[in-house]
């Protein structure tokens, strides 16, 4: 299974970005996929999973601002980021399994800075 995301960048507090996450490979394998984000010296947290049926898992303190999608067909994830602050500042890593703990899958990872 390969996992490549892209969409990550440079956005200035209160905008907006959207990162997707496109899977290859045994796809059966997952069914769970998602996003993670490390931020510099902090360890690496749940942002949002959403399985093949559309059931959803989202952070707490995010929730309200950030949305995740799937298309199954494509075998894509999507993570809508709404009124970004610079606390949300990470590397966002698409993450794809069989359970809501945490897949076996990552992909390398994507860059987010929220910065004026």
């Known amino acids: 299974v390969q996992l490549v995301e892209s969409g990550g960048g440079l956005v200035q507090p209160g905008g907006s970005l959207r990162l997707s996450c496109a899977g290859s490979g045994s796809i059966f394998e997952i069914n769970v996929m998602g996003w993670y984000r490390q931020a510099p010296g902090k360890e690496r947290e749940l942002v949002a999973l959403?399985?093949?049926?559309?059931?959803?898992k989202y952070a707490e303190s995010l929730k309200d601002r950030f949305t995740i999608s799937r298309v199954n067909a494509k075998n894509k994830v999507y993570l809508q980021m709404n009124s970004l602050k610079p606390e949300d500042t990470a590397v966002y890593y698409c993450n794809g399994g069989l359970s809501w703990s945490g897949g076996d899958y990552w992909g390398q990872g994507t860059q987010v800075t929220v910065s004026s």
């Open positions: 959403i399985n093949s049926g559309g059931r959803t």
